[in-house]
Structure formats: C-alpha cells, structure tokens
C-alpha cells in the first residue's frame, strides 16, 4: 500500500475542521487590521532562499526540497513564506511605486527536518508582511495582531522581545561576539564552528545544549545598541506595557533566519514540549534591497498552523442545516430535488437510500444537522414534509411550499 511520506501528513475530518477555524479566525483579524490576501508559488528558485533566509542557516543549509527542473533551472519548494512575498512585492514594481503595501498569507511550506510532534516536513503558516512604514509602531501592531489571534483561539503564551540592532552597532558587536567564540571555540558544535565564519549571531540560535550554555555567558548584542536601536526598542516595550501586552527579554533571540534587524519577536507556549515557538517575526528592512528592489522597510511574522492546532480551544459545535431523507424509494427524486432547493438559502445534505426514521435520525446526527426532514409515500400524497427540530426536539409536519 502506498502511505504518504513521512512528515507529510493528511489533514481530514476533526483535524479540518481545527484547521479550517484557525484560517477563518486568522484571515478576520489580519482583515480587521487592513491587511489583504496574497498568494506566491509553492515553487521558487533557489537563488531566492539563498540571498533571503541565508546560506548559513540550517534552512538553506541542510532542509530544503531542493532540484533540477527539466528547464535545468535550480528550484525548491519554498521553506518559509516572507521571501516569496517580498519577491512578488519587487517583482510587481511595488516598491517603486511607494506607499504602505499590508499582506497576509497561508498554506504550505516544506522543509527536510526531523519530523516531531507539531513540527513536520510538510507544514502549513500564518503569515503577515508590512511594506513601507518604518516606525516602531508598525513593530507592535505585528505583536498586536499575533496576540489577537492567540486569545481569540484561546491559546496561552509568553511573548519573547530582542533587538538585532542595524548596521550602526552590529559591526562592533559582531568582533566581540567572534572574540568570545574563539575563546570557547574548542567547546562548541561544528555547526557553531561554520556559523562563526558565515554569520556569527547565529550561533547564539544553536540547539545544542552545551552550546547554550556557554552562550549564556556571550556578549549580549541588547547592550551593545546605538542610540537609535535603543530607543526603537524601549519605545516597543512601553508600547507594549501600555496596551497590556507582558512580554519577557531574551538577549539570546535570533530567529532562525538571516534577513531580520532591529525588533525580533517570539511567542512560545509551555503546554508543547521543547519546540515551544508558535509564532515569530520581526524587522527586515534590509530584503528588498537584498532581492534588488528600492530599500523599503519591512516587518512580519509568521505562525505555525500545525503547532497551534495542538492548543486551539474550539467552540462547542453547534448543529446546523438540514438532513433531508425518504422513508421509500419513489421518495429519493423528490428528496435530491428538495436538498438542492434548499441549499440556496442553507447548508443541506441527504441520502439516496430510503430508510426507516430511526436510521435517519442517525444520518442527521452524524452531520449535526439541526433538522431532521423525511418524505414518505403518505407525505408525498400530501404534499407534506415531516421536520424534526433536533436541538428542541420538536416535530412539525409541514406543506412543502412552505418548506
């Protein structure tokens, strides 16, 4: 039997109906906030990954589902979704055209890596991008809007800030940073090893637990801000304090991509084990120029639709719609004639078998129907349908001009 590959799952019956709530809850506060719906390709060129996430991240590194198409072009399947967006931003000449450009997106990203509860090789995001306001402002609407979604799903989590500062003071952090590495460079993973001459914060993203703890002892980039990045940073935490938003400092955050400067965020959850991230984002102002478009400024973030499948708080089902049956065989044309009148106005299923009223009433509280609709030979002398009120359990039989 052919099964699906291994971190690549179906998503099916309870589980789409999470996942469906989730996108329609997403998709109303992204519109809420005036955000707009994009969709890029599942297939891009690698070249496009290489320049944006880096390739000294593991992401270009060691997971993507990366080819040789038949036009010998170099393509993948792409790992992440803020690339893409910004490659349709310069590629629609939007950058040129100025203004403040707000998206949102969802669907499936791929990735080689271990697969592991909430995290698969085949995994769907959340994701927002704001082109063109380069304030912090902008920088807490994105935590805002995450912190948003999180509560109307229910979800409990910590809120983990740093800044990366900019090109002012990362050049003198980054010798220290290569100072204390060297220093304990006997110590440390040979990934931390290869970071360490390609991009040396990096490493401060390690895994590895012995890494970590000698990183706890790092120069902190927090302390080494300009006066610009500092300000930036204290005006997002009162920005934060005053909208009620508790957040935690973490010097030690990186994210795992190369494109972000100045604010990075993380919200994590302690109720899914050790990969507690659910969601994440922060500043790019430097990828559109990256990718050879006008310098704009930039922020995002993006959510892990699997992981929070795992925490959603789902409101009790309600029945809804109708079931509409017959009781014998002449019955089934007018009952299929019948379901597709009423789907007009409302949501209605039937079957094609005639059964007694018992099996029915089954079938329609197997579809949380709200109604329970039969036809019979009487009823159809009658003109007449017999309708079940399954939440009040009341019973009607009613004309069907009137159904």
């Known amino acids: 039997m ?28 992204a519109q809420r906030y005036g955000f707009h719906f994009i969709e890029t390709p599942l297939l891009e060129e690698t070249a496009l990954f290489k320049r944006s996430v880096g390739e000294s991240s593991d992401i270009v590194g060691k997971e993507m589902y990366q080819f040789i198409d038949k036009g010998e072009n ?8 803020t690339a893409g967006v910004v490659r349709a931003f310069v590629q629609k000449k939007l950058d040129k055209a100025g203004g403040i450009h707000r998206f949102f997106y969802h669907g499936p990203m791929f990735r080689y890596e271990r697969p592991q509860k909430g995290r698969l090789r085949q995994f769907h995001q959340f ?9 912090v402002y902008e ?29 002012n003071c990362m050049p003198d952090y980054r010798k220290n940073l290569i100072n204390f590495i060297e220093s304990v460079e006997d110590e ?18 390690c895994k590895n637990e012995k890494c970590q703890n000698l990183y706890a002892k790092a120069p902190k980039l927090i302390n080494s801000l300009c006066s610009s990045c500092e300000s930036d940073f204290n005006k997002l935490k009162k920005i934060l304090t005053d909208s009620n938003i508790a957040y935690e400092i973490n010097s030690n955050l990186v994210r795992g991509l190369d494109y972000y ?24 102002d430097k990828l559109v120029e990256f990718l050879d478009g006008r310098p704009t400024p930039a922020v995002g973030f993006a959510m892990g639709i699997e992981r929070l499948m795992e925490l959603i708080v789902m409101p009790q089902a309600k029945r809804d719609g109708y079931y509409i049956g017959a009781m014998d065989e002449e019955a089934v044309d007018l009952v299929v004639s019948l379901t597709h009148s009423k789907r007009n106005t409302d949501k209605a299923t039937c079957d094609f078998k005639a059964k007694n009223l018992k099996n029915h009433l089954k ?7 709200k109604y329970c609709c039969v036809i019979g030979t009487n009823e159809i002398k009658d003109a007449t349908i017999w309708v079940k009120d399954l939440e009040s359990k009341s019973e009607n039989v009613i004309l069907l001009k009137d159904f």
């Open 2 to 29: 052919i099964q699906s590959l291994r971190g690549m799952n179906d998503i099916l019956s309870e589980d789409y109906e999470r996942f469906t709530y989730f996108i329609n809850l997403a998709t109303n506060v």
């Open 74 to 81: 170099d393509v993948c399947l792409r790992p992440e979704g």
């Open 127 to 135: 994701g927002v991008e704001s082109f063109g306001v380069d304030s």
């Open 139 to 167: 920088d807490a609407t994105m935590i805002m809007m995450v912190a948003d979604i999180l509560k109307a799903c229910g979800i409990g989590y910590r809120l983990q800030l740093n800044s990366l500062g900019d090109s």
């Open 188 to 205: 440390i993973c040979e990934d931390c090893k290869r970071r360490k001459l390609t991009n040396p914060i990096r490493v401060l993203d």
């Open 261 to 284: 400067s100045k604010t990075a965020f993380e919200f994590v959850s302690d109720d899914i084990g050790s990969q507690s991230a659910i969601a994440g984002g922060g500043r790019y």
């Open 363 to 369: 079938s329609a509280d197997k579809v949380s129907a």
